[in-house]
């Protein structure tokens, strides 16, 4: 019968402790929202191969297209393997707050003696009965873990996002950069060849076709450093983009890139981002865990432990003898101090994070906000001043040749000004560009 009342005990305790908690999805929705509410696009957590096949089904539909950053954010969300990593400590998060709500496994015990003709069989049961009190400071623990967690997961999106912004608007400018380079290399090559027909001619010194000569090298020489960044800048974008084999030979967009004044200014952006941040609601959560945590250990540094034991002994020839216990710890040499100073001093060390967050998060923007003003200056300057000065020379100079007046080595040596100005100018928009990214991100949100 003693035994039948433990069962009944048991099934009890596990009713209680078997309170419903936050699932994974509902724990990964909750970061897909974050991450739209801060203007980005779904996510998808890869979970078995039959989902891995659809994500491979949708990146070779957005690759079938030219590339925009649009679409390149779109197949990162989705593709990028180190996210579907970070993705899986929500699920790590989320067992671990499940196991927080149970209490430790009953253990039973049986033993059997035989002797002198008797026969003694003993069946135990000990049950860690006070687990029942603490298991609500658990799952306080584990739910803050799992809510830090989430903003921690939501921060890495935004991150990989800027990331994702940047390197398509290097890999993009580089292509460009290359190909402009290579009507550049061709206004030196034409340069060359017509100064050693002059020099055959005996039209032309040595020296100046030597002149010519050195400078075309150096101009193809330039080519080719153009083209090996264009390939390193595009196998950036494929690592982050997940890309692989058949993959890489996309072609990207035709659409330029945009230059806009920013529409905003420095006023209001600092506490925008202290209340936009996921890192920093990731820290304040860590400072309520540590809090939690530090009363946790407070309760429990005396008690920490209460064992109920039941045996039942059967004898031969006698009736079933059964025994009620309790154990307790006696708080003689460990008085808890130690793991509460410890989670003090853990809490602590958490505050002191949050505060030196809040003061880079500030510092960040006033940064990246004077970056973003300063790079489209100089964009603005090159766009509209330099490229357009160089192209007005160009067609002064091309008047000149028509009319005899300049020869053709003064109207190929602007045009190739006229090319370095624009190449210069692809370099300040692509600056730009990423400066405008990593504001976006350090504000928590779109500009």
Known sequence: MAIKHLSLSVAVLVFLCGCSTMSQKEAFDSVNQLTIERGEKNLQWIKTPQEAARVDEQVHHLLSEPLTQENTLRIMLINNRALQQTYEKIGVAQSELVEAGLMRNPLLGYSIGRGNGTTTS??????????????????????????????????????????????????????????????????HEASFQLAVRQYTAGNLPKRDMLKIQESYERARIESITLSRENAVAREALNKILGLYGGQTHYIFSSEPLIRREPAVSESGLEKQA????????????????????????????????????????????????????????????????????????????????????????????????????????IAHS????????????????????????????????????????????????????KAQSDLEYTIGGKL
């Open 122 to 187: 003993t069946l135990s049961v000990e049950v860690a009965f006070l687990d029942l009190l603490w298991i609500p400071l658990r799952r306080e623990l584990g739910g803050l873990a799992l809510e830090e967690m989430m903003f921690s997961v939501g921060d890495t999106v935004l991150r990989s996002a800027r990331d994702a912004k940047k390197s398509y608007s290097d890999a993009k400018i580089a292509e460009e950069k290359a190909a402009l380079y290579r009507s550049i290399l061709k206004s």
């Open 274 to 377: 202290i209340m936009q941040r996921l890192d920093m609601r990731s820290a304040m959560k860590s400072v309520d865990y540590a809090a939690a945590q530090a009363g946790y250990s407070e309760k429990t540094r005396l008690l920490s432990e209460l064992e109920l034991s039941i045996e039942s002994e059967k004898t031969t020839g006698e009736k079933r003898f059964n025994t009620f216990g309790i154990k307790l710890p006696i708080p003689i040499f460990d008085f808890g101090q130690a793991r509460v100073s410890k989670s003090q001093a853990i809490y602590n060390q958490s505050v002191h994070r949050l505060y030196e967050t809040a003061v880079n998060i500030r510092s960040e923007v006033r940064e990246g906000y004077a970056h973003l003003r300063y790079t489209y200056d």
């Open 382 to 433: 090159y766009d509209e001043v330099i490229v357009k000065s160089n192209q007005q020379i160009l067609e002064e100079t091309q008047l000149f040749y028509n009319g005899m007046l300049d020869g053709i080595y003064a109207l190929l040596e602007d045009q190739r000004r006229y090319g370095e100005a624009k190449m210069e100018a692809l370099d300040a928009l692509g600056a730009y560009q």
